[in-house]
């Protein structure tokens, strides 16, 4: 049953994953017009995305995506709005299509929609009485669980890097971004939480600012977004939006909810209806990331063609 507040959050997350959505594809035209950037030169990213006004508006709407996302889970239940916020794979990739030109084969069309269906199927799983929130985390814990998937997403964009070549190559490549740059959102994500229970004992003053200071989650925030960013953005320049965008986000919510439902002490579903949803979720979200992840021989053919002919036009 809908909380009092359903309606004003519905209304904010179909707005936030709108605002959301649009930015991203505002970045993506402005990056088609922009020199090549690539994440292993930082400070020539930036000032190659920072000096394009377009570009700076395409931020400022993710931004204000965001920060409508927060103000949506204030009003209702993450079983309320994460349905809502998975909704905006459709946008983005009517967007995609409409602004960009980007199309999508049946198969890639038919895994992006079924990974957003999953997402749904994990939040839907919450469903039910609320139980307590978690908020404390185990330090060893985090690290065990942090540094494995800060290594794994790092070495995953250290790849895409190395085989990317052109703007437009096949979903592998995007796929294998999009988990990186999942992954460490996801890691920030759980950085955010965790820095929440070390200050919320605290009041609003020096002895909050110094719980922050002294505690690491506020450097994993940082390290863990800044990382995140610059192959986000690597990637949006050299793939298809609509492979990048929604594997990032599907990834990065899968990510949190299930390392966070441990790490913060939140129990699995003991219903066994709702049990089923959240283990079928992630499940089809990883054969789905698979299948996504191989082409065919014809797909392999045409990037090869592709590739033969971006490196004719660079030689004339």
């Not at 796929?175 to 740059?181: D, I, N, R, Y």
């Not at 994500?189 to 965790?194: D, G, Q, S």
């Not at 953005?233 to 966070?260: E, K």
Request: proline content about 4%; overall charge positive; charged content about 10%.
């Amino acid at each position: 049953m809908l909380t009092a507040g359903a309606g004003p959050a519905v209304a904010v997350a179909l707005l936030a994953t709108s605002s959301y959505q649009g930015g991203l594809i505002l970045e993506k035209r402005a990056l088609n017009q922009l020199p090549a950037i690539d994440a292993r030169h930082a400070v020539t990213l930036l000032r190659t995305v920072l000096s394009s006004p377009a570009w700076l508006a395409g931020f400022a709407f993710m931004l204000c995506g965001l920060a409508l996302q927060v103000a949506a889970l204030t009003l209702a239940p993450v079983t309320v709005v994460q349905p809502v916020l998975a909704c905006g794979v459709v946008i983005l990739l009517v967007a995609s299509r409409l602004v960009l030109g980007e199309r999508l084969g049946r198969t890639e069309l038919a895994c992006v929609l079924v990974m957003a269906i999953s997402i749904v199927m994990i939040a839907l799983s919450a469903a039910g009485p609320a139980g307590r929130a978690g908020y404390h985390v185990n330090g060893l814990s985090m690290a065990l669980v942090a540094a494995p998937s800060c290594t794994l997403g790092l070495l995953l964009g250290a790849v895409s890097l190395r085989q990317v070549i052109g703007r437009h190559r096949a979903p592998a490549i995007g796929v294998s971004f999009g988990l990186a740059t999942g992954l460490l959102y996801g890691v920030s994500t759980l950085a955010a939480k965790a820095l929440s229970a070390a200050v919320i004992s605290h009041h609003i003053g020096m002895a909050l600012l110094v719980a922050a200071v002294a505690s690491p989650y506020p450097y994993m925030v940082l390290g863990c977004s800044g990382a995140a960013m610059l192959l986000f953005q690597t990637a949006l320049q050299r793939c298809r939006v609509s492979i990048v965008g929604p594997v990032s986000n599907i990834t990065g919510s899968a990510y949190f909810m299930i390392a966070g439902t441990w790490l913060f002490g939140e129990r699995l579903p003991a219903d066994p209806g709702r049990l089923a949803l959240r283990l079928t979720g992630i499940a089809v979200a990883g054969v789905v990331v698979v299948v996504l992840s191989r082409r065919s021989p014809a797909e392999a053919a045409v990037a090869r063609a592709e590739g033969g002919t971006a490196q004719a036009a660079r030689a004339v």
